[in-house]
């Protein structure tokens, strides 16, 4: 019987969010709930393992984990892309990755319980009133009339779009292929730069793909063009801004807040700055943690397998 490991399942679902009864007599099932912050320690908990089942990005397979893994065959992933996956690592090893379908709204949402929860300070608010403090200590901000800038204008950069102009905000996008067209099909003004896009948002929200032209894009040099009454929301990756530079503008106060749902370090250290700064409203990278991502993920996850060991894998990423 093969042995299959779930990494990362910090809610303990997996198990309960498909039907694994067919796969039972062919595989035995290995759940696991807590990050292996220490790669011998990832080692010695999967090495035995033929089958690797992921969720998003939580754990990284660079090249020198597949070498220390011989037994792994099969390794499935939530989603169709996983950026911490070395593809050619896995064919060089001869294992055969498999994705899953995912739902563009669940980010969408958060992103805007982000900029609300900043908006009308309701994490201070909410605080206050359960421990019995002042009735009312906050003038929120109205998002009517205001200017969203959105870098990146996709299937998530879009959804948000549509939402902040139900809002009543002006629109605004950048990207380094966005064409005007593109961006009046979505009732969306094309900013002429990223940095006018900065200068002239009151909120600004990253929706974009982490690459090479993308990483560090949000610098120093960027964040100093935004206003200092402005936010910053990023539910995409974390490596989009540059998170030193960040925490320099809001220790300092040169942006008004931030909403942040992801980090370069995840789970975050108990001491990590982020979980302090009085300005910034910080989620544990839930953007896509809903159930029905979850009902699709791991549905999908099991006909991965299954279609596997009947040979004809299925939606092959490598």
């Known amino acids: 019987m093969l042995t299959c490991a779930i990494l990362d399942d910090y809610q303990g679902v997996g198990p309960t969010m498909a039907d694994w009864s067919g796969l039972l007599d062919r595989v035995k099932l290995r759940d696991l709930d807590a990050t292996f912050e220490i790669r011998d320690a990832l080692v010695d908990a999967i090495q035995d393992c033929e089958i690797v089942v992921l969720m998003r990005e939580r754990t990284p397979f660079p090249a020198d984990l597949f070498a220390r893994l011989p037994r792994l065959k099969l390794l499935v992933t939530s989603g169709m892309r996983n950026a911490a996956i070395d593809l050619a690592a ?49 003038v929120g901000r109205d998002l009517a009339g205001r200017r969203l800038g959105l870098l990146g204008l996709g299937k998530t950069g879009a959804r948000v779009a549509r939402i902040g102009q139900a809002f009543g905000m002006r629109v605004s996008a950048w990207s380094q292929n966005l064409t005007a067209d593109r961006a009046a099909a979505e009732g969306v003004a094309l900013a002429p730069s990223l940095e006018a896009l900065l200068e002239d948002s009151d909120v600004v929200s990253i929706h974009l793909v982490l690459g090479d032209r993308t990483r560090g894009l949000v610098d120093a040099a960027a964040l100093s063009r935004m206003r200092p009454d402005a936010y910053l929301i990023n539910t995409s990756r974390a490596a989009i801004v540059d998170e030193a530079a960040l925490i320099a503008a809001l220790r300092e106060n040169r942006i008004a807040g931030a909403g942040l749902d992801v980090f370069e370090t995840e789970p975050l250290p108990p001491d990590s700055l982020w979980r302090r700064l009085p300005n910034v409203l910080a989620t544990p990278h839930l953007g896509y943690v809903t159930e029905r991502n979850y009902r699709t993920y791991f549905p999908e996850i099991v006909e991965d397998i299954s279609a596997y060991l009947d040979g004809a894998p299925i939606r092959v990423l490598a």
């Open 90 to 138: 896995a064919r060089a090893h001869g294992v055969t990755v498999c994705g899953t379908a995912s739902h563009p709204e669940p980010p969408v949402e958060l992103t805007w319980a982000l900029i609300l929860g900043l908006a009308r300070h309701l994490v201070p608010e909410v605080q206050a009133l359960r421990s019995g403090g002042p009735w009312q200590s906050s």
